[in-house]
């Protein structure tokens, strides 16, 4: 049990997605500009990323891995991911209105989300167990959701203040993430079990 929550702290805070992967650059930049749709967003990975990393899994081991279609990985991630997100909003019927709502509109943003197949392909190169492997999903859903979420929130913040006309825009985002990257970089020794 240790270990699993090694792999959430891990994943969310250590080996962030966006932070240290780059994953989801584009989805940060365009999405970080009002709460409530960061918020949104975030609870789609977080409800998306999970079993994804678990029909992922499945898919790896159980399928191309054993008939040798390696080859297919990416096409198969594409359409078990659409699938998924079909399924995803089928369920979000029994949501609130409101949350129903939002949730259908960000779903197929959250799916073509470059940090999905990221982590996707991260979980696989680690060869994780089917349970390291959900968990491994919710912890970079997470730390995705942290890292998007206090970036909308650094970014409302630099609205007020006065910002030298060469870093408005992506150039002072681009340094609020270089600087919380660099902090997150002091949570290294962290997850070490």
Same mark, same amino acid.
């Given at each position: ?60 081991? =159980? $399928?191309?891995? +054993?008939? &040798?279609?390696?080859?297919?990985? /990416?096409?198969?991630?594409? !359409?078990?991911?659409? *699938? ?52 491994? =999903? $919710?912890?970079? +859903?997470? &730390?995705?959701?942290?890292?998007? /979420?206090?970036?909308?929130? !650094?970014?409302?913040? *630099? ?35």
């Amino acid at each position: 049990m240790f270990d699993l929550f090694v792999i959430i702290i891990s994943t969310a805070l250590v080996n962030n997605l966006f932070l240290e992967h780059a994953l989801g650059a584009e989805t940060m930049e365009n999405f970080s500009r009002r709460l409530d749709v960061a918020a949104s967003l975030s609870l789609s990975l977080i409800i998306l990323l999970p079993p994804a990393c678990l029909l992922a899994y499945l898919l790896q081991h =159980g $399928l191309l891995q +054993a008939s &040798g279609l390696h080859i297919l990985r /990416l096409p198969s991630f594409v !359409i078990m991911i659409f *699938l998924l997100m079909a399924v995803l909003g089928r369920l979000s019927a029994y949501l609130p209105a409101r949350l129903q709502a939002s949730m259908t509109d960000l779903f197929p943003l959250a799916g073509v989300n470059t940090a999905v197949f990221g982590a996707l392909l991260l979980m696989l190169e680690n060869t994780y167990s089917i349970t390291a492997a959900i968990f491994f =999903g $919710l912890g970079s +859903a997470l &730390g995705f959701a942290l890292v998007l /979420l206090l970036l909308t929130g !650094i970014r409302s913040r *630099l609205e007020v203040v006065d910002v030298p006309a060469p870093f408005q825009g992506l150039p002072i985002t681009l340094i609020s993430a270089g600087i919380m990257s660099l902090a997150f970089m002091g949570l290294v020794g962290l997850a070490q079990g």
